[in-house]
């Protein structure tokens, strides 16, 4: 009785554990540009410059977190429950780019001047492969909870974010005409890039 007793106040914080430990794998250690390189074509398009960068990311943060737990839903409550599984990558991409339209009518509305900065690849962000990818490989996690999938989309957003804007503050700095002319511009960035996703796996020995 008194292990029952104790069992549930220490069911909560290990929850709150597991969303911490999961939302810092998804943003370091899993990070879904660095890691697996997924959006990488808007990543070096989009990072010359700091303001764009930062548009770009938020955008990314919010369809990554509201499409991987309405997808989690629809996939456990709906798709599930009528076997009809071979829907899913339909069912995403739609839920994606309903979300991608929202996020475009909200930036034109309120920041005109960063709706046509970040241009075509605002919408392009519909077949983003990193957010598709959120989703799926979250289905790949068989004990994962609404609360999970919701923290594990905003940890994989917030990583996608933190890598462009890191990379949208060095491009700022670095001097490319001192630059050999064969890496200018994709190659210096993609080396960049590497060096950063090193610093990124440091992390996967504090996190498992």
Request: aromatic share 12%.
């Amino acid at each position: 009785m008194i292990l029952a007793a104790i069992q549930p106040a220490v069911a909560e914080p290990g929850l709150f554990v597991q969303l911490i430990v999961i939302f810092l794998a998804a943003a370091f250690t899993e990070n879904i540009l660095l890691a697996r390189f997924l959006g990488m074509c808007s990543f070096l398009a989009i990072s010359r410059q700091m303001k764009t960068s930062l548009g770009l990311g938020f955008a990314v943060v919010f369809v990554t977190t509201f499409t991987a737990a309405i997808n989690w839903l629809l996939h456990t409550y709906v798709m599930v429950p009528l076997h009809i599984e071979f829907l899913e990558l339909i069912v995403f991409i739609v839920v994606i780019a309903a979300f991608v339209q929202l996020v475009e009518m909200v930036i034109e509305r309120f920041s005109p001047s960063l709706y046509f900065s970040l241009g075509i690849f605002l919408p392009l962000i519909t077949v983003n492969c990193a957010i598709l990818g959120v989703s799926l490989f979250m289905l790949n996690k068989e004990d994962f909870g609404f609360l999970h999938s919701l923290v594990f989309g905003f940890g994989s957003g917030i990583g996608w974010l933190v890598a462009i804007v890191l990379m949208a503050g060095i491009r700022e700095q670095i001097k490319e005409d001192k630059i050999p002319a064969g890496l200018r511009g994709s190659g210096i960035t993609l080396i960049i890039t590497g060096i950063i996703a090193l610093a990124f796996v440091a992390f996967s020995g504090m996190i498992k």
